[in-house]
């Protein structure tokens, strides 16, 4: 099955004095079974050993954990989660792990049966923080609306806030909340749609962040998570 995926992409470097984005990138999969792979080393220009990458997994019909995570020479294999995979409806997972110039790729192969596939990654590389220093908000859910990540207390202003969102059935254009930039998204247009989304606030303010809902016209389930990124 042909599946058409609309992606957006903000790649240029912000941020200073602490915690910085270094740029983004987006991976698809579209048949079964099929294996797909990213050289993040080209895909995002810049990038370092010791960049914090954070990859976001979004599909309608398939998991996360059915996935076979490419090993070997220069892959990474299967990251650590940020947060428990969803199984259900808004399929959202997030892996997190340094980048090194020997491992600078990542890939999959999707499953041989099942249900048709439509899965997507993004990307979001950060400088300036640690991949093990990292504090995960409750799981938000809902059954309408945009993905609205619940709040996080104790955020250091020297840490950058990211804020996560799945989108079941719905394929949107999102934009992100107030105070926050987009980071990336990635929309299956066809067959069974599915949205992830990603974005952040560099230096926040001190104390407690609600990010708010991401905007768009969806309104189906939803999962949604905010994560803080600590300096090392």
């Known amino acids: ?42 895909s995002i220009p810049g990038i370092q050993n010791g960049d914090v990458v954070v990859a976001c997994f979004m599909s309608d019909t398939e998991v996360s954990t059915n ?12 990251p650590p989660n940020i947060f428990p995979p969803r199984t259900a409806d808004a399929r959202l997972t997030a892996k997190i792990w340094s980048y090194s110039s020997t491992t600078p790729q990542f890939g999959f192969t999707t499953r041989s049966g099942g249900s048709a ?16 220093g990292l504090r995960t908000s409750v799981e938000a859910t809902g059954a309408s609306g945009m993905p609205d990540p ?15 969102g799945g989108l079941d059935d719905d394929g949107v254009s999102v ?19 599915a949205t992830v989304m990603l974005s952040h606030q560099l230096l ?20 949604a998570y905010t994560v803080e990124l600590l300096a090392p």
């Open 1 to 42: 099955m042909d599946v058409d995926f609309l992606f957006q992409l903000i790649a240029a470097n912000q941020g200073g004095g602490g915690g910085s984005f270094v740029g983004a990138a987006m991976l698809e999969a579209e048949a079964i079974p099929e294996t797909v792979s990213i050289d993040l080393s080209s």
């Open 67 to 78: 996935l076979t995570y490419t090993t070997g020479s220069g892959f990474i294999g299967d």
């Open 117 to 132: 596939l439509h899965v997507v990654w993004i990307f979001s590389v950060y400088r300036g923080v640690s991949p093990s």
């Open 150 to 164: 619940a709040g996080l207390a104790g955020v250091s202003a020297s840490s950058i806030v990211l804020a996560i």
């Open 175 to 193: 934009t992100p909340q107030a105070g926050f930039s987009l980071a990336a998204s990635a929309i299956v247009t066809t067959g069974s749609p």
């Open 204 to 223: 926040p303010a001190a104390g407690t962040i609600n990010p708010g809902a991401f905007i768009g016209s969806g309104d189906d389930t939803w999962a």
